[in-house]
Structures are given as structure tokens and as C-alpha cells.
């Protein structure tokens, strides 16, 4: 049996808001996603009364989830200020002097988290965060890795994960483990082709939730696989955990290392550690005859990185190997730890924990205003 948006709509009509009004007649409703019996939508409510309406979500998803054909259920719980910016003005304004900060709890059981950036997309990104944890966990470190990318999941392919993750409780969810990582991923509810036609809110609430509404357990770091660019969910990810830094990947080519600024610049506005930057498809070594070839220029990054005043991670070459154990799901790190790759990958990890060692431990999360 399968359940459909209007059985949804109809079960919410039940639900009533803290002013009295149904869900649906309340306007804040957004539409309704069914997909496979995994249900998706959102509430919008004004950000000076969300508290209120936590309640009404966790109501609401249970009704949904009740009706006969309901797998899981997600509602986006979006808390939007009014006014809008003004033309010039910043999004973001970090801390001031003698502001009234707030200190945003961590994730219950995780020491540190990390995220992998990059200014663009097609750089790599996520490759070299798969390969970062597992070359993490090498250092003896117990790793979990979140897949942000609400709108291109690729680390169910990149590790070979199917299935669904298991329900806690009823809301918890538990957290699926490839190579003695624990991973989530928004693709691990949805499938593979869907589109994710959700607006800024929705990604901003979905990512909270994979944060802390999964059961993590005890990790040494977490490593968060980012979409590209420098939109809202970096500045969720800023806002709702105290980042213990930033990885910022790149390709060796000006136009990629435009981006790359841009996603150093937003981190340091929101005072999260850039703990360096890696330079990928840095170069093709021919396996035939040994030649090398600097398909998209060489070494832009490292000159990048010394103009920034931040450190230089390491170089990962364009290799087939790479690129056909990544498509099969059998990250390099993993199945090939003796090559030469594999290397590269975790001399890029020992930089990163010792970038981390060397960072003032138990920072509080930035405030982040949006001007009105």
C-alpha cells in the first residue's frame, strides 16, 4: 500500500498549531513530497516563535507516520526573520565585541567536527572526504562521516552503502557503517534519481536533524562531506556546532581557486579554523610511459595557500585508480592501503590532526544574525 500526498495533508489537517489553526489552514504547510513511502515537507514559521512550534512538528510526524504505507517521515521545522536585506549589506555579521554571545552546544558524544569544503562542484570534494576519514581512521581515530549534499548524496555510492538506516525509538535514526565508519547520508532515505526540489530552509532544518537526531555514539571527529559553494549550509553547519575547522578543496586551475578564496574568506567570517587546503587532479602521471602532464596547471593551490596564511594539505594526482575504485565503492584508503594514493591520503590525514591539535579546543559555535 502505498500513502499519497493528500492522505498526508488530510492527517495533518488533525494537528493543530499553537494558535489553534490546523496545519493546513495555517498556511505554514509547505508541499507535500512522497517518495517510496518517505514522507517529506516543512513548516515555516516566524523565528520569534519556533520554540513554540517544536512541539506541533514532533506531533505532526507522528500522525503521519501512523498511516498505514508510511516508511519514514521528515518535517522541516524553518524559522525565517522577517524584513529583508538591503542591498549591499552583508548576510552575515560575525561577533561583536561585548555581543551577547551564545554558546551552541556540540553533538552529544563527538569530540570534534570538521568540515570538507570546496568553492565549486566537480573538484573532487567528496572523494577526499571519504578518503580523509578512512585515513583518519588509520590514526586510530574513531570516524563518522555526514553527508551535507542534500541536493547530489554521493557517499552512498562512494562507499557501496544501500539499504536504510534503522529507527531509534521512532525518530532516532542509526547511522549506517561502511569501513569502520558510521555514515548518514539524505541518500539513504531518498532514492538515488529524486531530486531534492527543497528551498534553503528545508536543507538548513534537514541538516540539523542528520546532526543531531542520529544516534553518532562515541567519535573521535566527524567528518561533513559540505555541498559546493558557500551558501546555507555552510552557515548552518557554523551555527549549530562549534566546527573544530575547515578542509577547503580545489583544483590547481585560476577558476577553481577563485571559489576556493571565497570559501576560505566565508569560514574566517564565521570563525571556524581553515586548517588548509588540498589541491586535487594536481597532476596526470601516464601509467604507459611515466610522463607527467599538469592537465589543470600545478601547484596553484600551495601558492594559494601561502597568500592566505593557511596550511598546505597535500596534492592528490588525476589517477584512473582513484576514479574507478571511487565508482565501485571501494575507496582507495580501503582496499588499496599499500598504494601510493593511498599515501597521499593519509599524510593529508596526519596534517589534519595535527592542524587540529593545534587549535584551541572546545570553541563556542559563531552567533550568526541575519540583518532585517
Known amino acids: 500500500m502505498t500513502v499519497t500526498a493528500e492522505e498526508v495533508r488530510e492527517r495533518l489537517k488533525a494537528v493543530k498549531g499553537p494558535d489553534g489553526a490546523d496545519l493546513v489552514a495555517s498556511g ?21 516563535v519556533a520554540k513554540a512550534w517544536e512541539p506541533v512538528r514532533k506531533a505532526a510526524e507522528e500522525a503521519v507516520r ?3 504505507g508510511v516508511a519514514s517521515v521528515l518535517i522541516a521545522l524553518t524559522a525565517e526573520r522577517a524584513g529583508a536585506q538591503a542591498p549591499g549589506q552583508s548576510p552575515v555579521r560575525p561577533p561583536q565585541a561585548g555581543a551577547d554571545a551564545r554558546t551552541v552546544p556540540g553533538v552529544p558524544g563527538i569530540d570534534k567536527v570538521i568540515a570538507v569544503a570546496s568553492g565549486k562542484g566537480g573538484v573532487g570534494k567528496s572523494t577526499t572526504a571519504v578518503n ?6 588509520d590514526l586510530g581515530m574513531k570516524v563518522g562521516l555526514l553527508d551535507a549534499d542534500i541536493y547530489g548524496p554521493s557517499v552512498p555510492r562512494l562507499l557501496a552503502i544501500k539499504g536504510r538506516p534503522e529507527t531509534i525509538g521512532g525518530r532516532t535514526l542509526r547511522p549506517m557503517e561502511s569501513y569502520g565508519l558510521r555514515v548518514m547520508s539524505i541518500g539513504f532515505l531518498v532514492e538515488e534519481e529524486t531530486p531534492m526540489i527543497w528551498r534553503g530552509p528545508m536543507v538548513m532544518s ?3 536533524q542528520m546532526l543531531r537526531e542520529v544516534e553518532w555514539g562515541k567519535l573521535d571527529i566527524l567528518v561533513v562531506d559540505m555541498p559546493p559553494g558557500t551558501g546555507d549550509a555552510q552557515l548552518t ?3 549549530q556546532v562549534p566546527l573544530a575547522g575547515a578542509v577547503i578543496v ?11 578564496r571565497r570559501g ?22 601516464c601509467p604507459h610511459c611515466g610522463k607527467r602532464t599538469e592537465i589543470f596547471s600545478h601547484g596553484g593551490a600551495k601558492k594559494e595557500s601561502e597568500r592566505l596564511g593557511v596550511p598546505f594539505l597535500g596534492e592528490v594526482p588525476l589517477e584512473p585508480e582513484i576514479r574507478e575504485t571511487s565508482d565501485a565503492g571501494l575507496p582507495v584508503v580501503a582496499t588499496k592501503p599499500d598504494s601510493p594514493h593511498a599515501a597521499i591520503y ?11 591539535e593545534k587549535k584551541q579546543v572546545g570553541r563556542a559555535a559563531p552567533k550568526i544574525v541575519i540583518e532585517g
Open 28 to 48: 505554514k504547510l509547505s508541499d507535500i513530497a512522497v517518495t517510496g513511502g518517505k514522507v517529506f515537507c516543512s513548516l515555516t514559521v516566524d523565528a520569534n
Open 66 to 68: 501512523a498511516l498505514p
Open 132 to 137: 580523509l576519514a578512512l585515513g583518519l581512521r
Open 206 to 208: 534537514a541538516i540539523t
Open 237 to 239: 553547519l557554523a551555527q
Open 250 to 260: 580545489s583544483t590547481p586551475q585560476d577558476l577553481a581557486l577563485i571559489d576556493a
Open 264 to 285: 576560505v574568506a566565508m569560514f574566517r567570517r564565521v570563525d571556524v579554523p581553515v586548517l588548509g587546503l588540498v589541491e586535487n587532479m594536481s597532476y596526470f602521471l
Open 346 to 356: 593519509r599524510g593529508i590525514a596526519e596534517r589534519v590532526r595535527a592542524g587540529l
